[in-house]
């Protein structure tokens, strides 16, 4: 039977095109997704993990990019079958394995050369707001920060020596309160790799006195140009040393 919420896409990553299927009730990619892949480097034969992956779009990319096998995990029962699928669709479903789990409570002890982490990271009455933003995806809480910073703390454990991590962060969430995270982590290990301007959607702007009330309560950030707002969306490398 033909499932009415799900469909097939074409998206191009970094480059690379690829097909995927994607449902209404699990997070599809977003410029988010675009932003990560021209970010991420992924070595030959690495072991990569794509925490938060959604339908599989970045750990196929990791894939085709040379990885020598990836783990996708995510909350949502619904992602796993999707991203086998996913990945048979793009030809690399002898290197991508899907699990289900809360951050890393499926994958054991292991560790990888890379992880790309994309767990939700909106502020919750933001996230309520966003079109992209599905209802049954759990939210980043009140300040849009506690997906992220469970994500950061526990990175190093699940990281090669030399091992990166990259992960996406956006002023819609408290990025001091990830940026402090990070740095308990990885010390100075930190940099912006990537980071643009984004102008807020319809159903921002249709809820500007929500929007301008969490900016005076220090929980997002937007500037304003002419009639524009606009936050900023940066993606954050974080790395152990090799030894
Ligand atoms: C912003 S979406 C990113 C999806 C995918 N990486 C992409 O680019 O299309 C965030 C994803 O993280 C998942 N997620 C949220 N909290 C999580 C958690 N605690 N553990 C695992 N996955 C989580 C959500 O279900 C959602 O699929």
Redesign the pocket.
Known sequence: MIDQRQHVVDIVLGGRELQLQVSDT?????L??RL?AQAVRIPTRSAVL??????????IFAALLGAEYVDA????PE?RQLVQDNAKRNGVADRVTATT???Y?SIGDKKYDVI???????VDEVSRLSP??PD?????GYDGAD?IV??LEHAPAHLNPGGVLYY?TGTISSTSRTLAAAQLAFGDNIEIVEQIEVPFCQEFKDNMDVMTRLQSEGLIEFTTRRSRHLWTLQIYRCWLSTN
């Open positions: 699990v997070f599809q990619p977003t988010t997704t990560l794509d925490l938060g992956c959604g339908v599989g779009a970045l750990a995990v995510d909350v949502m992602a789990g809360d951050i409570s790309i982490s994309d767990v939700s990271g909106v992209w933003y049954s995806i759990p939210t980043g997906q469970k994500m996406p």
